[in-house]
C-alpha cells in the first residue's frame, strides 16, 4: 500500500481516502478546493464526521441551520470547526475559494450537530530543545465524539515532532487508532520527512513530504521532521478502538527514545569539538 498521496489535481476533491479503500476498519478523509459559489455535498451516511477549513470562506447548512467557517491561513491559529453524526446531509458553498478538509469514523449518533469555536480549543506547547511543537486539540477531549480525535500541529523549520516516536496500532498494549496526516508548508516549496517504523516487525519507510500531502499511518510509530527554513502544519485525524472519554488514552512511546521526556536537550554534542594537536 502506498502510504504517501499526493494531491490530485487543484480543484474538487484533491485528497479521498475511505477506510475500504485502504484496508481499514474506522477511517476516512477528504480534501476539498471550490471556487466562489461553487456546492459540495456531505453525506455523513453511517459515520461522525467533521469539517476543519483550511483557507477561504464558505457557508456550511445542516438541519436546517447555516453556519460559516472561514480560515486565512492554516498558519493563524485554531479554526472553528463543525461536527456532524450519522444521518446527515450537509450542503456546502463557498463565499470565496474555500479550502477544507472533512473525516469521518463509524458512530451511532449519540451526539448532535455543533459548530466547535476556536475559544473552546486546547492550544498546548509541547515537548523542548528541538523537539518543541504546538498542538491544537481541536476535537479531543473534553471535546465529545464518538471515534473521532482531531489535532491540529506546528512544528518549526529545523524541529521534530511526534517525540518520543509513538504508536497507537494495538501493539505493546497500545489502543488501536488510524491516521491521516494532512501537511501544509510555509514556505510552499519546504518540506518534511516523515517516518514510519516498527522495531518489532520489518517496517521502515521514510516519506519526503511536500506542502498538500497526505501520510497514512497504518502501523509502528511516526515521528516527523521538519527541513530547516520549513514551518510545517499538519491536520490529523485519528479513529479507531477508544470511544467518547476514552479518547484521551495515550499512545506508546518507543522505549529507545522514551527518556528524552525528562530532558528535552537530549545530551547534546557541544560545538565547537576542539582540535587535538598534541
Known amino acids: 500500500m502506498e502510504h504517501l498521496i499526493r494531491p490530485a489535481g487543484k480543484t474538487g476533491?484533491?485528497?479521498?481516502?475511505?477506510?475500504?479503500g485502504v484496508g481499514w476498519q474506522y477511517l476516512s478523509f477528504r480534501v476539498v478546493v471550490l471556487a466562489a459559489g461553487e456546492r459540495y455535498t456531505v453525506q455523513t451516511n453511517r459515520e461522525e464526521v467533521a469539517i476543519v477549513p483550511l483557507q477561504g470562506s464558505g457557508t456550511i447548512e445542516v438541519d436546517g441551520a447555516t453556519y460559516t467557517l472561514n480560515r486565512a491561513s492554516?498558519?493563524?491559529?485554531?479554526?472553528?470547526l463543525l461536527y456532524a453524526p450519522p444521518g446527515k446531509t450537509i450542503e456546502i458553498e463557498a463565499e470565496s475559494a474555500f479550502e477544507f478538509a472533512?473525516?469521518?469514523?463509524?458512530?451511532?449518533?449519540?451526539?448532535?450537530?455543533?459548530?466547535?469555536r476556536p475559544q473552546e480549543i486546547e492550544c498546548e506547547i509541547r515537548g523542548g530543545g528541538a523537539a518543541r511543537r504546538q498542538v491544537?486539540?481541536?476535537?479531543?477531549?473534553?471535546?465529545?465524539?464518538?471515534?473521532?480525535?482531531?489535532?491540529?500541529?506546528?512544528?518549526?523549520?529545523?524541529s521534530w515532532s511526534g517525540w518520543p516516536p509513538h504508536c497507537h496500532d494495538g501493539s505493546g498494549g497500545s489502543p488501536y487508532l488510524e491516521e491521516t496526516y494532512y501537511y501544509r508548508i510555509d514556505p510552499a516549496d519546504g518540506f518534511a520527512i516523515h517516518r514510519n517504523y516498527c522495531i518489532d516487525r520489518e517496517f521502515d519507510e521514510l516519506l519526503p513530504v511536500r506542502s498538500g500531502d497526505l501520510v497514512l499511518v497504518t502501523q509502528g510509530y511516526h515521528p516527523v521532521a521538519a527541513a530547516p527554513g520549513s514551518n510545517v502544519y499538519f491536520l490529523?485525524?485519528?479513529?479507531?478502538?477508544?470511544l467518547d472519554e476514552e479518547r484521551a488514552r495515550p499512545p506508546l512511546d518507543d522505549r529507545r527514545y522514551a527518556w528524552m521526556r525528562h530532558d528535552w536537550e537530549g545530551k547534546g554534542l557541544a560545538l565547537p569539538i576542539a582540535r587535538n594537536d598534541a
Open 74 to 80: 492554516v498558519f493563524v491559529g485554531p479554526p472553528a
Open 102 to 116: 472533512f473525516g469521518g469514523a463509524p458512530a451511532e449518533g449519540r451526539y448532535g450537530v455543533r459548530l466547535i
Open 236 to 242: 490529523n485525524y485519528l479513529a479507531g478502538e477508544l
Open 13 to 20: 476533491e484533491t485528497l479521498a481516502v475511505t477506510a475500504q
Open 136 to 158: 491544537n486539540h481541536i476535537l479531543a477531549p473534553p471535546l465529545p465524539a464518538e471515534r473521532l480525535i482531531l489535532f491540529e500541529v506546528y512544528v518549526p523549520g529545523g
